[in-house]
């Protein structure tokens, strides 16, 4: 996974390089500084977006994929763990190439330019667990 990065204090600017797969690049970055707690935000641009709509009725998620240049306007999420594994929650808002945006929240996006990031680990550790019986989503579990 190709990726560099910096240190400024506690957080880290991360530069994903082209053509990377986004999720897949953070989440090697947070393996390999073992940050199990944190935020991240960002900006960038892509070539394909897949995105997941959740239905609390259905409990029933659909997932979509647009393939077409975007400029991700902004990318927010945050960072915990959950069966030991990084577990990342993305959102994003994307500009097409009409200006208009898409968004929500992120499964995977692969980079068509350049995708800079800021990556702040907070100390500990936060996992997840799967709210079965109202929302149906991993939430925090503290
Ligand atoms: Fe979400």
Redesign the pocket.
Known sequence: MKYQNSKHGERYILSIANHEDLTAAITAFCKEKDIKCGAIYGLGAISSLTL?Y?SPVTKQYVDKTFNEQMEISNLTGNISSKDGEVYL???VTCGRADYTCIG???LTATISGACELVVEPFPGQIGRYLDSEDTG?NLYKF
């Open positions: 997941r959740y929650h993305l959102h929500g929240h992120m989503l």
